[in-house]
């Protein structure tokens, strides 16, 4: 399988680097090195024929890049060199297996994320995981939905969760979460590959947590209340702060009231309860 990397070269970078990598996640992108001066993204080279990067104009800041055509690589390696631990609140550490334990550390999840977003480095999933340790999930009922590396998921699990479903449209992630689920010993995660068409058939949830995009999930918020169980909690990211009304708005059609909102430089996640 042959893939393309775009060199971008933004300036200036921050938070240029941030706003553009949310836009152009939707156009088939699957992984993202940020680097001092942008940041790298990886594509199929069978999907580059729908980029279409002519049209994206910023005032705050502009971006030149260069396209690569890239060999198969040995990715864990390429992660090896590049993955640096998280630690979010002192209460949870992302490392990867070459990384030595905390034990100062309340939990850990372990991954070797390959291609999959979700490494714990973004605001988007470290504000996600915050919430997760302030909310009760114990026997709770629970749904990732666009799990990346699985990272939401295990959290789930380690925190009391009864049942944990989570669903990627990406095949790699698919995979990555199932590796990595095993590998920190929760393979009671039930992992699927598909789009918010897999939960229609499924049980209402307590917890939905979704750290995708503002359009998808302003796409998939009538889904996400019909499927929650009333006084049930949603989880929202992978937004910008100026985003938020709009999200609250739509959600408030679909009986969701907004309970909270927490912020990490421009990045937002916001608790919704089912009324």
């Known amino acids: 399988m042959q893939y393309l990397s775009y060199h971008f070269i933004v300036t200036p ?8 990598m949310a836009m152009i996640a939707e156009s088939g992108f699957e992984s993202f090195d940020v680097t001092e001066k942008g940041f790298i993204a990886y594509i199929k080279e ?14 705050d800041f502009k971006y030149e890049f260069k396209i690569e055509k890239i060999a ?14 998280v630690v ?10 070459f990384h030595t334990k905390n034990p100062a550390i309340k939990e850990e999840i372990v991954i070797m994320p390959k291609m999959s977003f ?24 629970v ?40 590998s920190n010993n929760c393979t009671e995660i039930i992992v699927k590959k598909g789009d918010i ?26 889904t996400y209340s019909a499927k929650l169980n009333a006084g049930g909690k949603l989880f929202l990211s992978g937004f910008f702060k100026t985003d938020a009304d709009e999200l609250s708005a739509v959600a408030a ?23």
């Open 13 to 20: 970078p921050q938070p240029g680097s941030e706003i553009l």
């Open 46 to 59: 069978s999907e580059s024929a729908g980029v279409n990067l002519s049209e994206l104009k910023f005032d």
């Open 72 to 85: 198969l690589v040995n990715w864990n390696a390429e992660w090896e060199k590049n993955f640096e631990p």
């Open 88 to 97: 979010v609140d002192d209460l949870l550490m992302i490392r990867a297996p």
């Open 118 to 141: 979700g490494t714990g480095h973004h605001q988007t999933t470290q504000l996600m995981c915050a919430a997760m340790f302030k909310t009760d999930l114990k026997d709770k009922h």
């Open 143 to 182: 749904l990732d939905m666009g799990c990346g590396t699985g990272v939401l998921a295990i959290l789930a699990k380690k925190l009391g969760a009864k049942t944990i479903l989570a669903i990627d449209i990406d095949e790699w992630s698919v995979e990555n979460s199932i590796e990595n689920c095993a």
């Open 197 to 222: 068409d897999q939960v229609k058939t499924e049980k209402e949830f307590d917890i939905i947590l979704a750290n995708i995009n503002k359009n998808i999930l302003k796409m998939h918020l009538p």
């Open 253 to 275: 059609k679909n009986n969701l009231k907004s309970i909270s909102l927490s912020s990490k430089n421009e990045w937002a996640m916001m608790m919704l309860e089912k009324v």
